[in-house]
């Protein structure tokens, strides 16, 4: 087995031959290996914030390198520890930490807690505790809250939608946490649309259908995420329909979101939208300002930092497409802060997020915005659009930006590929067919390609 420091300098190089030299050093400035302990080589980071970035920007790259290790390795992110002695062992030769950070810390908020998950996983932080209420959601809230309590004798069905990142998922785990918290036993699943689809084609094809229907209709909670995907699919719909009804007369709860209301969503049976709508149907919509600055503070005391007012007023000012978007850009500056060990003032803001602030004015779209929101709809890291790797899940993504970026900009192709990690013009005359071939043979895929064009140019700005 090789020894951590040459472990480390071969992640070290991996990271500057796909990054720049600046990626490189907030890197270096965030992360240092802990060392190796039993198959898991452990890096660890000056804060969570940073521990949270760093991971989602280069695990993959760090465990490709770990999977070439005699044993492999599993690359584990954790938060560094005070210690009373030295920091590490100085024969690594590694560059250090710096010991005082310049953000602020505050007292820890109570724990999350623990929730029992049986069958189904769930993102612990997506309980009704951290959800922050507001004008533009309170309804959904009190509905929801109130479904956890009664499964099945209050409100039932349930039916969420609202845009990408306002919160459905969230609501959603939480009342299945709820649920779970307070009896453990309780059969609850939380899916996609997608997961149900995949989930019944694959029970047919291993003639297990009888399995299949007994694993979704003896549950006490079913929630369904995303279920505009149902539309236009005769045999899912039909075998979900039987689930609900069965579900349904049981006195089963039943939640569903979408992106749009029932009677909206294209090609769904009218069945099934009269089913929909026989419950209670509530809409979340983009956050206000003061929403938006509240959902900002609960980030801070979640990352246990001090951020100053003005500067939580001016990211909640500038940033007003969703949640998500919002603490993904405050995720980006805190990170960045505790890197370079900067107070979070309003020149970081504006060095940090000078291309998302100026690119959220009007004006033109450019490249750098597509790829953004490109990658944030398909929740996939933002370096992907230009990475050379090739699995499917970053290569529609990538196909999908590169032909919005023709559609919405006026650069020609070498400009795009170039834009896209140094790829020729032939490769994106590629990409852009590929989906004019799907938007023509593909009616979901029209669908998902509008709503990531909205996303991509909500203002409809050209």
């Not at 024969?91 to 005082?100: H, M, R, S």
């Not at 802060?337 to 020149?347: E, L, Y």
């Not at 090739?390 to 993504?397: A, G, Y």
């Not at 140094?422 to 895929?445: P, S, W, Y």
């Amino acid at each position: 087995m090789k020894a951590t420091a040459d472990l480390w300098n071969q992640i070290t190089g991996e990271i500057k031959s796909q990054d720049n030299e600046a990626g490189l050093k907030l890197f270096l400035n965030a992360i240092q290996p802990r060392g190796i302990e039993g198959e898991k080589f452990v890096l660890e980071a000056v804060n969570e914030i940073c521990k949270d970035w760093n991971e989602r920007k280069y695990r993959i790259l760090i465990q490709k390198v770990l999977q070439e290790n005699a044993p492999p390795l599993q690359c584990v992110f954790v938060t560094r520890l005070k210690r009373s002695g030295p920091e590490r062992p100085q024969q690594l030769g590694l560059p250090t930490i710096a010991e005082t950070p310049v953000i602020e810390t505050v007292a820890p908020p109570e724990k999350h807690r623990s929730v029992p998950r049986g069958e189904t996983q769930f993102n612990g932080k997506y309980t009704f505790d951290t959800f922050v209420v507001g004008k533009s959601n309170q309804f959904a809230h009190a509905i929801c809250q109130a479904v956890a309590k009664n499964l099945g004798t209050m409100y039932n069905p349930v039916f969420i939608y609202g845009g990408v990142g306002l919160g459905k998922t969230h609501l959603m785990q939480a009342i299945g946490q709820e649920v779970l918290r307070q009896n453990p036993k309780a059969k609850v699943a939380y899916l996609s649309s997608e997961a149900f689809t995949n989930d019944f084609i694959e029970s047919i094809s291993g003639k297990r259908t009888s399995e299949f229907r007994a694993k979704y209709r003896k549950k006490d909670l079913l929630l369904i995420d995303d279920v505009q995907f149902f539309g236009g699919k005769e045999a899912v719909v039909e075998e979900f329909f039987h689930t609900f009804n069965e579900l349904f007369q049981n006195k089963k709860q039943i939640v569903l979101t979408s992106d749009s209301p029932p009677k909206k969503i294209n090609k769904l049976e009218e069945r099934l939208v009269s089913r929909f709508e026989m419950g209670i149907v509530a809409d979340i919509q983009a956050p206000d300002l003061e929403m938006r600055v509240a959902i900002l503070k609960r980030a801070a005391v979640d990352c246990l930092i001090r951020v100053p007012d003005e500067i939580l007023m001016y990211l909640a000012e500038n940033v007003t497409d969703n949640i998500r978007v919002l603490e993904g850009a405050f995720n980006r500056v805190v990170a960045y802060a505790g890197v370079v060990q900067r107070p979070v003032d309003r020149d970081l803001v504006d060095h940090i997020l000078k291309d998302f602030l100026r690119e959220n004015t009007p004006g033109r779209i450019t490249i750098s915005w597509i790829q953004k929101r490109v990658a944030q709809y398909y929740d996939i890291p933002e370096g992907e659009m230009t990475s050379k790797r090739r699995s499917q899940n970053l290569v529609l993504p990538r196909q999908v930006a590169m032909r919005l970026t023709q559609m919405l900009t006026d650069s020609s192709l070498s400009l795009i590929g170039e834009a896209f990690g140094g790829r020729d013009h032939t490769t994106v005359m590629h990409a852009c067919e590929k989906i004019q071939g799907l938007l023509k043979d593909n009616a979901d895929f029209r669908q998902e390609f509008e709503r990531v064009t909205r996303y991509v140019n909500p203002q409809g700005r050209t």
